[in-house]
């Protein structure tokens, strides 16, 4: 045969490979995907084609996306021309749910059949289908099938611990909504600020969205007892939170607001001292009540003026009073005037009822309504916010402490503390949200040398223990287990202060939230997400401007036949990422040997007992990892 023509078919053949591997990259896994042979070329003459306002939409952001990759826009309009080369987007309802989406890719162009969500879907799909084979955008001819297996997909942002710009938040909702995410639950208040401007009340933002300190020391020790006496603080104006919302619906994200109350209200009440548990009166307004609990320890009654800027459970709580359930109500009413959601999340968690205890306040609401105790009194007081919100046709979401003193009729429960509270909950007919913190606080460590990480507040959360979550309990019927609406990731921000801290505690761990969401507990394969999936989502977080962390690369070790000699294959897991390694004992960076391909481990030294290989992952763009260890047995 002509070797030119051997060298062409040679390329062809390499580039389906290509082609081949990047339909095995969907993130999260399409729940069919029959992959043909061939591919399209999409160019800048393509066009693409969506008749709804809507749909129209959803494809100029895709648009938009699709030049960060190709250089190139694409024209929208809404009939196709009479030829050309196009991206017909269908819009009917697929499966019967509003999520489900058809992609066919064909040689002659891209049909994607959806309801408005499934179209938005089916464009995520394909923009990450896209590759760029020198000049050519080119996508594989394939044909998908696919919609999630839970409604309720969401990730929430603690706004309140450290504040986040309308920037970052944005940059957030991008990246969520790439990976099919339909849900952002805003912690907008708690003890240490309150981030949403509130007309009626308009100290809430003046005194209670800033604070004098904050401390940085581990909250587990106490130790360092370090403060930042910078100021800290900020709030969304009621524009720019509506901006968010919007941003968001564009990107079929629903925002949902959370609201704390009775407890975790030390801001508020800081601003707004009447509305606590004690009467205010000359002597408690700047002071401590001297009060004990039924041991006779000190209770730490403080009435403050300031914002805290330490962690953990505050005990100034909201008083059950008219004059709080009224400030309650003006609250939420603008609160409902800005997020349209059908749930509004009223918190709910971590309430000391020490408090109450000693609060004449509260003991005279307690005898009044004939209420056995305080969690009755709890229970009481979200009752009563939910009767107000369901009036105004809307549902309230609380953390599962609302199950204690019993439950608001309405009420959907997010199961924080374990997956106990959820299966109560379904089990009485309620839906659930689970959140567990054993798999889905981001606010935990990634390794478990916590050493080699930026400082947490605590726990071990790596990928793989994300990734096997799954979110309906096996203590639960198949007719209670249709109250899991679906699954939902918490970042909570005592200590993260950036940015970049942020986005490194959320990636890659919202990747695998984005399978755990999307995939039947059946359909999940970990090692092909960590093999087929993570690196090229990875580089396209990194081209995105993302600081995820890096993760340890798969390191084989097997032993090689002939010599006997343990041979060592590492694979890193970001897409056209290199590795430097050492196995002599010192230390791994750039300077030390770059990996090619497998390596044949030395012969220990005869007082050694064992090797160790040391090895750094150093992005394409230039970000190295920390030195990871792998004993070399
Ligand atoms: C929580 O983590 N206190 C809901």
């Given at each position: 045969m002509n070797k030119n023509l051997l060298i062409a078919?040679?390329?062809?053949?390499?580039?389906?490979?290509?082609?081949?591997?990047?339909?095995?990259?969907?993130?999260?896994?399409?729940?069919?995907?029959?992959?043909?042979?061939?591919?399209?070329?999409?160019?800048?003459?393509?066009?693409?084609?969506?008749?709804?306002?809507?749909?129209?939409?959803?494809?100029?952001?895709?648009?938009?996306?699709?030049?960060?990759?190709?250089?190139?826009?694409?024209p929208v309009l809404m009939q196709a021309p009479a030829h050309g080369s196009l991206i017909v987007l269908e819009e009917s309802m697929v499966a019967d749910n509003p999520e489900a989406y058809t992609l066919e890719v064909s040689g002659d162009g891209v049909i994607i059949r959806g309801a408005d969500r499934g179209l938005f879907y089916g464009l995520q799909s394909l923009f990450q289908l896209v590759e760029m084979q020198g000049s050519?955008?080119?996508?594989?001819?394939?044909?998908?099938?696919?919609?999630?297996?839970?409604?309720?997909?969401?990730?929430?942002?603690?706004?309140?611990?450290?504040?986040?710009?309308?920037?970052?938040v944005k940059k957030m909702l991008d990246l969520m909504s790439q990976l099919k995410f339909n849900t952002l639950h805003w912690h907008l208040t708690d003890d240490q600020g309150w981030r949403l401007e509130i007309k009626k009340y308009p100290k809430l933002t003046e005194i209670g969205a800033w604070r004098d300190s904050t401390i940085i020391g581990q909250y587990y020790d106490y130790q360092p007892f370090i403060y930042d006496n910078e100021k800290h603080g900020g709030y969304y104006t009621q524009e720019e939170a509506?901006?968010?919302?919007?941003?968001?619906?564009?990107?079929?994200?629903?925002?949902?607001?959370?609201?704390?109350?009775?407890?975790?209200?030390?801001?508020?009440?800081?601003?707004?001292?009447?509305?606590?548990?004690?009467?205010?009166?000359?002597?408690?307004?700047?002071?401590?009540?001297?009060?004990?609990?039924?041991?006779?320890?000190?209770?730490?009654?403080?009435?403050?003026?300031?914002?805290?800027?330490?962690?953990?459970?505050?005990?100034?709580?909201?008083?059950?009073?008219?004059?709080?359930?009224?400030?309650?109500?003006?609250?939420l009413t603008e609160v409902m005037d800005i997020f349209p959601s059908e749930y509004i999340?009223?918190?709910?968690?971590?309430?000391?009822?020490?408090?109450?205890?000693?609060?004449?306040?509260?003991?005279?609401?307690?005898?009044?309504?004939?209420?056995?105790?305080?969690?009755?009194?709890?229970?009481?007081?979200?009752?009563?916010?939910?009767?107000?919100?369901?009036?105004?046709?809307?549902?309230?979401?609380?953390?599962?402490?609302?199950?204690?003193?019993?439950?608001?009729?309405?009420?959907?429960?997010m199961s924080w503390r374990g997956e106990q509270g959820g299966i109560d909950a379904a089990k009485m007919g309620h839906d659930v949200i689970m959140t567990p913190n054993s798999h889905l606080y981001f606010d935990h460590y990634q390794a478990e040398d916590k050493t080699t990480e930026p400082l947490a507040i605590g726990g071990f959360l790596p990928l793989e223990k994300v990734y096997s979550y799954s979110p309906v309990p096996e203590a639960l019927s198949e007719e209670e287990a249709a109250h899991v609406l679906g699954v939902q990731a918490n970042l909570w921000t005592e200590y993260i202060p950036t940015n970049q801290k942020m986005e490194y505690f959320l990636f890659p761990r919202a990747l695998a939230l984005a399978e755990v969401a999307w995939k039947t507990k059946e359909d999940k394969d970990y090692q092909s997400f960590l093999r087929d999936r993570l690196p090229a989502r990875l580089l396209s977080l990194e081209k995105q401007g993302v600081f995820f962390r890096i993760p340890e690369a798969i390191v084989d070790i097997s032993r090689e036949p002939e010599s006997g000699r343990q041979l060592i294959h590492i694979q890193p897991l970001v897409e056209g990422a290199k590795v430097y390694y050492t196995v002599d004992g010192h230390k791994a960076d750039q300077t030390a040997r770059l990996y090619t391909g497998p390596v044949l481990a030395p012969i220990p030294g005869k007082d050694q007992e064992s090797l160790v290989l040391r090895y750094v992952t150093v992005t394409p763009g230039g970000r190295s990892s920390n030195e990871f260890h792998v004993p070399i047995e």
């Open positions: 078919g040679l390329l062809l053949f390499l580039s389906q490979v290509s082609l081949l591997a990047q339909t095995h990259q969907l993130l999260p896994q399409p729940k069919t995907l029959i992959a043909a042979e061939g591919h399209w070329t999409l160019d800048p003459g393509t066009v693409l084609v969506a008749e709804s306002a809507s749909a129209r939409k959803s494809a100029l952001l895709f648009s938009g996306l699709l030049e960060t990759k190709t250089g190139f826009e694409l050519n955008a080119v996508v594989p001819q394939v044909e998908i099938a696919d919609a999630p297996a839970f409604g309720y997909r969401g990730i929430m942002l603690d706004v309140s611990r450290h504040f986040f710009s309308t920037a970052q509506r901006e968010i919302v919007r941003y968001a619906a564009e990107r079929k994200i629903t925002v949902i607001p959370e609201i704390e109350l009775p407890g975790h209200s030390s801001a508020v009440l800081a601003a707004y001292p009447e509305f606590g548990s004690f009467e205010i009166t000359e002597g408690t307004a700047k002071g401590t009540i001297a009060a004990e609990n039924e041991k006779g320890e000190p209770l730490n009654h403080e009435i403050s003026k300031q914002v805290p800027g330490y962690w953990g459970v505050h005990y100034n709580i909201y008083g059950p009073t008219p004059a709080a359930f009224s400030f309650l109500e003006d609250v999340h009223i918190g709910g968690d971590e309430v000391p009822k020490d408090h109450w205890k000693t609060s004449a306040i509260a003991q005279k609401v307690i005898k009044k309504e004939k209420l056995e105790d305080e969690h009755e009194l709890q229970s009481y007081f979200i009752q009563r916010i939910e009767a107000f919100l369901n009036e105004n046709g809307r549902q309230i979401i609380g953390w599962d402490e609302i199950l204690e003193g019993g439950l608001a009729p309405n009420a959907t429960v």
